[in-house]
């Protein structure tokens, strides 16, 4: 399978597109691989072209609760553009991939030189500060299943294919809620014909149908990218 592009890379004009790969080198994201570490400085800024980040929110020193996720849309290391050294987040590869990895100091340099990324990057910090206040919301005010089917979808955007693989205890721990919880908004899901679920692996079989499951918080959080990086 060719490598896909990762978007925030692609709308940059060709020459500084050129120059930031220049400085950058493809690496593989491997399955619950920990990027960086909240309060650690960051070394790398990442470009997922494959594959997808959990980002988590640490409590008493442990990562506790998915609060967004990174896939070809983005990119994780957005605390460098505000100059800003110290990771806020836990990231964790949740789905197995290629990224495009730059040094920090590098990465830095290309933002002082490069007007078109300092833009796009910039807009794109303003998503995720978006994004962001919509999963706080989510948390308190959204019941398991709603929030499951946006979960999955969130997943099943970056994934690149309709199947994808994520335990139960997996689920709960990005969810912040009890396995008993998942097992029963999963079972849900699949009686309404939405997914199938076996040892691991979920296949979303009705897109549409999954969408109107979930809650209100997902489709906010696309509009947002679209009318802000437009």
């Known amino acids: 399978m060719p490598a896909i592009q990762n978007r925030l890379i692609a709308r940059l004009p060709r020459k500084d597109r ?9 690496i593989e994201l491997v399955m619950s691989q920990v990027l960086c570490e909240s309060g650690t400085t960051t070394r790398y800024a990442y470009f997922p072209i494959q594959g997808y980040i959990s980002l988590v929110t640490p409590l008493d020193g442990r ?3 998915e609060v967004g996720m990174v896939g070809t849309e983005g990119m994780l290391g957005t605390q460098l553009v ?3 050294a110290a990771a806020p987040l836990y990231a964790l590869v949740q789905g197995p991939g290629r990224a495009w990895r730059v040094t920090a100091a590098a990465f830095r340099r290309e933002l002082l030189v490069s ?16 994004q962001l206040a919509s999963s706080a919301a989510c948390l308190r005010f959204h019941q398991i299943g709603p929030r499951l089917a946006r979960w ?40 309404q014909g939405l997914i199938d679920y076996s040892r691991g692996d979920v296949t979303v079989v009705d897109r549409p149908g999954l969408e ?11 509009q947002a990218y679209d009318d802000v990086m437009h």
């Open 18 to 26: 050129t120059r930031l790969l220049a400085s950058c080198e493809e």
């Open 82 to 84: 505000l100059g800003v």
């Open 63 to 65: 990562p506790i609760l």
């Open 115 to 130: 007007k078109s990324l300092r833009l796009s990057l910039d807009r794109y910090v303003q998503v995720t500060m978006s």
């Open 152 to 191: 999955l979808l969130m997943t099943h955007d970056r994934a690149q294919a309709d199947s994808f693989h994520v335990t139960h205890e997996f689920l709960a721990y990005m969810l912040g809620v009890r396995r008993v919880g998942v097992t029963t908004a999963a079972g849900a899901l699949h009686r």
């Open 212 to 222: 109107a499951a979930a809650c209100s918080c997902y489709a906010a959080d696309r």
